[in-house]
């Protein structure tokens, strides 16, 4: 949580032997605003070899810096700025650490030297990729360059051409490095992927940063793989970037099987509530309660809610850890108010299922449930935790509930993809993965399907009358 008001501290500038005490307060990142204390008079510039203050009981001592005099309605008499090592000063005076500027480079040495483990067929295959890469998107570059000019709707005519032919062939082509791929990584260890997934981005950067999504995916804005920026991207589907080259690097990974999966999810939770609602005993039942686990942008209540009377019968608990993802299943719920008229019930709760899993009377807090659904959670749970979060659900739902998990399964064709280009490693599974999981309720009826690409599978549980 950021100050809104600026914090100082008292700190005392270094020049030779001469000490100044002074007071600074926050100025820009990497600056800071100084008040000279005890009457000294600062010159219009000055240099100082250090500024020594106190933090947490601790003497931290910043390198040379350069003050400037500028007029300041705090009474500041001007600002310092260092001029060797540069200081972060949001994480100093908002995140309660220092940061330097230059702390990456003390690895460098550490990260050029990590290309002496990669394997020489490794470090072919890349070179090569990166040699095509780069004639493709300088012509595709040439392309943008000669249409730039043009009126705005001639421009998306002449790139919809280009996309329908040049374009195609050249997913064409990624498909088949793809695959060349596969059966060169075929063989690694867990360490291996992880040593030459590390070398691979690093070569192919500035070709993912191209790509709206596998930027994304790689930085990681929200710290996590699966935020609903990214989950809008699958499920748009779209030709997104600022190049033509852009645009194609974006769908192109949009389109592979996984994604295909992510977007096939939305029906398969839309048709089994359907199927459970149909099949239920208490016909016309209305505010069925429904937990979706880590809901995201909780998008598949478009395909399950598409009339008032839908909207009447399920009563939805929407829980996830990000805010930010809760907020557009709030946008989405409104949307769909309006829509059909109608007033939908629904409970948000920004939890983490870690924290769910340390709540010992769930079932107070939250009530029981009908129905239980997650998708797109399980797969980055390890097997104690999954299987901690799978029996912890298991006992909120009701006697005769059902609930449905997705997760991918070890065979995902996108698998090396996602790992190397994305950066998006996943917790894959068997069949009998999943269903040992519930091992320890040999009660629970349960069994496993999939979606239509095979990529992801679910596990479909009944929860028996004896638990
Ligand atoms: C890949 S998205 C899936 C979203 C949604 N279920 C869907 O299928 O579109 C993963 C979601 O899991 C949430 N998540 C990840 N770990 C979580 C945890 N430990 N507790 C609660 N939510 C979590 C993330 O915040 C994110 O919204």
Redesign the pocket.
């Known amino acids: 949580m950021r100050h809104r008001e600026p914090i100082q501290f008292k700190a005392d500038l270094l020049k030779g032997k001469e000490i100044i005490p002074v007071e600074a307060t926050y100025d820009t990142k990497f600056s800071l605003m100084i008040q000279f204390l005890n009457g000294s008079k600062p010159s219009r510039k000055s240099d100082f070899t250090k500024l020594v203050f106190e933090k947490n009981g601790a003497q931290i001592e910043m390198g040379p810096c350069r003050f400037t005099t500028v007029s300041s309605k705090t009474g500041a008499h001007g600002r310092l700025i260092f001029y060797e090592d540069v200081y972060d000063f949001n994480s100093l005076f908002f995140e309660n650490r220092l940061e330097k500027l230059q702390a990456e480079f003390q690895n460098v040495s550490l990260i050029l030297a990590h290309k002496n483990k990669i394997k020489a067929k490794f470090k072919e295959y890349t070179a090569n990729l990166t040699y095509d890469l780069t004639v493709y998107k300088n012509l595709f570059d040439k392309l943008d360059a000669r249409m730039a000019g043009e009126p705005e709707e001639i421009q998306q005519h002449v790139q919809d051409a280009i996309i329908a032919t040049e374009g195609r062939q050249f997913m064409i082509f990624l498909d088949k490095k793809l695959e060349e791929f596969e059966y060169l990584v075929a063989n690694y260890n867990k360490k291996d992927h992880e040593r030459h997934g590390f070398y691979f981005r690093k070569q192919l950067w500035s070709f993912i940063l191209c790509s709206p999504f596998m930027a994304r995916t790689n930085l990681k804005p929200r710290g996590?793989s699966?935020?609903?920026v990214m989950?809008n991207m699958i499920y748009a589907n779209d030709y997104e970037g600022r190049s033509t080259f852009g645009k194609l690097m974006h769908k192109h990974p949009n389109e592979h099987p996984a994604a295909q999966a992510?977007r096939n999810?939305r029906d398969v939770i839309a048709n089994i509530l359907a199927s459970y609602r149909a099949k239920d005993e208490k016909k016309n039942a209305r505010h069925r309660k429904v937990l979706?686990v880590?809901?995201?942008?909780a998008?598949?209540l478009k395909n399950v809610l598409k009339t008032a009377n839908d909207c009447a019968t399920f009563h939805f608990t929407l829980?996830?850890?990000?805010t930010k993802?809760l907020a557009e299943a709030k946008k989405l719920i409104a949307q769909l108010e309006k829509k059909y008229s109608a007033k939908i019930k629904v409970d948000y709760l920004n939890?983490?299922?870690?924290t769910m899993l340390t709540t010992p009377a769930l079932e107070k807090m939250w009530g029981k449930f009908d129905y239980i659904y997650s998708?797109?959670?399980f797969d980055?749970l390890t097997p104690p935790v999954a299987k901690a979060v799978l029996e912890k659900l298991y006992r909120i739902l009701k006697v005769g509930g059902k609930m449905v998990i997705g997760n991918f399964h070890i065979s995902n064709p996108s698998r090396f993809y996602m790992e190397y280009w994305l950066d998006w490693v996943l917790y894959y599974r068997s069949e009998q993965d999943l269903i040992d999981l519930l091992k320890s309720i040999p009660s629970a009826e349960s069994d496993v399907f999939f979606e239509e690409t095979g990529s992801q599978m679910f596990l479909r549980v009944k929860k028996a009358a004896n638990r």
């Open positions: 996590y699966g935020d609903s989950m992510v999810r979706s880590a809901c995201g942008p998008f598949e829980l996830d850890q990000d993802a939890e983490s299922v870690r998708m797109g959670l980055y």
